[in-house]
């Protein structure tokens, strides 16, 4: 029997209206002028409101959202997002990871990614809270963290050596398993396909690791665009797939707001990825479908 997930991504779904002097005394002053400037006429409420309709009569087994809900992560962003978040669905239902607009700079847990904490959690207690584990059926989605700051003018993210060692844990043991592994976060973890300033800045060790311990599916965002990558591994070829942002109008060239469908279910051979595309209609002023396709993963 199919399962069925989604994945969406860069909602940037706060308002900055009424953000005093105070606030913008570091790195946030420049997404400040960001979001003046540009950020509030691209990314709409009139989007995320016709998204919501759009998912809310699906029956997902998951959510996958891969960060950057904030613009310049003020605690007040963060319970803006949390209200959204409520709206979306229930905890266990989405699984969330922060992006680098999240952990602009350095803020009080407790009044930030605290407010998030139920969307970033594993089925099970960890010591560390990335990466995250969560199995539906015969699914596993494991959650990595690459927002932390960074100084101004860098949108780069990094796992880091601990997590990554975490991760490949989990890779192997739900390999296994048998399960259909799908790594979520918010960088591309191809180091060659993203800009220097937007980079994951350990790409290649995050790289090394999918290519030796392999996955099935790995997708992100980050970027604003959908693209199709592929990935070999010692288990076969993993497709990389990222999503424009979840509230873009698509203004000046940018891609509109879209975000993927996904169907998995074993196979002769391996397992049968079904890929369903929705992208938003400015003219109609809601969701639908974009294109499809299907991948067929051999696997041992």
């Keep these: 029997m199919a399962q069925h997930f989604a994945h969406l991504s860069d909602p940037h779904l706060s308002t900055l209206e009424g953000v005093s ?7 946030r002053a420049l997404g400040y002028l960001s979001w003046r400037r540009k950020r509030r006429f691209e990314h709409r409420p009139e989007v995320l409101a016709a998204l919501l309709d759009d998912l809310e009569p699906q029956h997902l087994d998951q959510l996958l959202v891969t960060g950057d809900m904030t613009h310049i992560g003020l605690p007040g962003e963060f319970q803006q997002a949390q209200r959204w978040l409520q709206q979306l669905g ?7 990871v922060p992006g680098n607009h999240d952990a602009c700079v350095k803020a009080p847990w407790e009044k930030t990614f605290a407010l ?7 089925d099970e207690a960890s010591d560390s809270l990335f990466p995250s584990l969560r199995i539906r059926g015969d699914i596993a989605f494991i959650g990595v963290n690459t927002g932390v700051p960074k100084p101004p003018l860098m949108a780069t993210g990094t796992a880091g050596e601990a997590q990554l060692a975490r991760v490949a844990r989990l890779l192997e043991s739900t390999r296994e398993q048998g399960l259909f592994r799908v790594l979520h976060l918010h960088h591309c973890p191809l180091g060659d396909k993203e800009k220097w300033r937007k980079r994951l800045t350990d790409a290649p060790e995050l790289q090394a690791l999918l290519t030796e311990k392999g996955a099935e599916l790995i997708v992100h965002g ?10 070999a591994t010692r288990d076969g070829d993993v497709p990389v797939i990222s999503v424009p942002s979840a509230s873009a109008l698509g203004l000046h060239g940018a891609d509109v707001a879209g975000y993927n469908r996904y169907s998995v279910e074993r196979s002769a051979e391996g397992w049968t990825l079904d890929i369903v595309r929705r992208e938003y209609n400015r003219g109609k002023n ?10 067929q993963l051999a696997r041992r």
Excluded: Q, V
Aim: a negative charge; glycine letters at 8%; hydrophobic letters at 35%.
């Design 222 to 231: 980050h970027g604003h665009r959908k693209h199709h990558f592929t990935l």
């Design 116 to 122: 998030w904490a139920e969307y970033m959690s594993s």
């Design 21 to 27: 002097f105070s606030d913008l005394l570091s790195k």
């Design 286 to 295: 809601c969701f639908g479908a974009a294109g499809s396709e299907t991948i």
């Design 90 to 96: 229930e905890p266990s239902d989405i699984a969330l």
